[in-house]
């Protein structure tokens, strides 16, 4: 990678470094991938163009089922603002959704007067969730203590019950500032 390209691509620009022996046909296929998942698409709808917009895709498509301490149960819709090219749910969305949820549940154990911090994310991509599908989304503290609380997600497919994504979050509790 040391040499700019002279191969017309939309990936070329004066700062746009190409490696030699990239054939020009793998710079047009990695140009057209790009430019089919927007990568090329800069200009943002105002609406969009705030911090933490993407919360307000994934808010539109979440209804909370249940409640209770330790646990909560959503439905989400997979709706066309969510999903990712192949018709499924995106996943980022999944981890938006898995961020929010595990925050509420942990909430319900510490207290909304304890501030969290999440330390540990990971999701596991079962398989997706098709378009207009309905997932039964589940959260439960597994784990809470002084420091630190775990909590389980898993996503369900409504009509089959099918597993499509498990995740866990700890949090962390900050510390009380003393005066």
Known sequence: MDEISSTPTLLNSKKTIIAKDLSPESISKTNSFLKNMGVFNLTFPAQYDTKDSFSELTRCCLKVQHIHRGKISCFLSVK??????????????VGDVTVRIATACAQTI????????????????????????EAIVNATAIRSGRNLTVVAVDFRLKDSEKLSYISHATFYHMPVASL
């Open 80 to 93: 066309p603002p969510i999903m990712n090219i192949y018709g499924s749910l995106h996943g980022g969305a």
């Open 110 to 133: 510490v207290g909304k007067d304890k501030e969290l911090f999440l330390g540990e994310l990971s999701i596991s991509y079962l398989s997706g969730a098709p378009r207009n599908a």
